[in-house]
Antibody, heavy 117, light 113 residues
């Protein structure tokens, strides 16, 4: 069974750093892209970026370039999303999702709620 | 960026009736080399992650009920729920994967009338 399991909810203060994770199982982690999607409270879905864990090829949305870092450790089938200095506007649910060929997203993590206050 | 414009923002449909959601892209998402439209549809219920319904604009994901169908090409697309069920109450999003950044529509909330 394909699963993406994300790390738990976080409460942080502005200016703090954070790294959240997304662990894949039940499939070949290096054969699929992993994307990250933000959902601010009561709002829609925003595409942040995507990584191919096999070679760490990474693409960012211009809206998030320089604001976050996407990475992956294929040895432990885990992708990451990190911030060096959080802002209150980073408060949101962050989803990771699996993509075949960098196209649609067929499996999603349960989401990680990040609260910055 | 390719802008995805969904309409309406919300709609209320009686049980068993048809629900129709539109999605328009600011440029064509039809890739001429493979004649595929790089468009997907997702359903998101409260407190849950999105669920893939349709990809390549009209291919239903495995396990998705056949009352859900996608159509359209180029810049204009439609998601149709042929006979609305109570469990279909959700927000529906279109997504283009033709270009980077990938982009989503703002969502359409479907409720029961």
């Amino acid at each position: 069974e394909v699963q993406l399991v994300q790390s738990g909810a976080e409460v942080k203060e502005p200016g703090e750093s954070l790294k959240i994770s997304c662990k894949g199982s039940g499939y070949s982690f290096t054969s699929y892209w992993i994307g990250w999607v933000r959902q601010m409270p009561g709002k829609g879905l925003e595409w942040m970026g995507i990584i191919y864990p096999s070679d760490s090829d990474t693409r960012y949305s211009p809206s998030f370039q320089g604001q976050v870092t996407i990475s992956a450790d294929k040895s432990i089938s885990t992708a990451y999303l990190q911030w060096s200095s959080l802002r209150a506007s980073d408060t949101a649910i962050y989803y990771c999702a699996r993509s075949d060929g960098g196209n649609w997203y067929d499996y999603w993590g349960q989401g990680t709620l990040v609260t910055v206050s | 960026d390719i802008v995805m414009t969904q309409s309406p923002d919300s709609l209320a449909v009686s049980l068993g009736e048809r629900a129709t959601i539109k999605c328009k892209s600011s440029q064509s998402v039809l890739y001429s080399s493979n004649n595929q439209n790089y468009l997907a549809w997702y359903q998101q219920k409260p407190g849950q992650p999105p669920k893939l319904l349709i990809y390549w604009a009209s291919t239903r994901e495995s396990g998705v009920p056949d009352r859900f169908s996608g159509s359209g090409s180029g810049t204009d697309f439609t998601l149709t729920i042929s006979s609305l069920q109570a469990e279909d109450v959700a927000v529906y999003y279109c997504q283009q994967y033709y270009g980077t950044p990938q982009t989503f529509g703002r969502g359409t909330k479907v409720e029961i009338k």
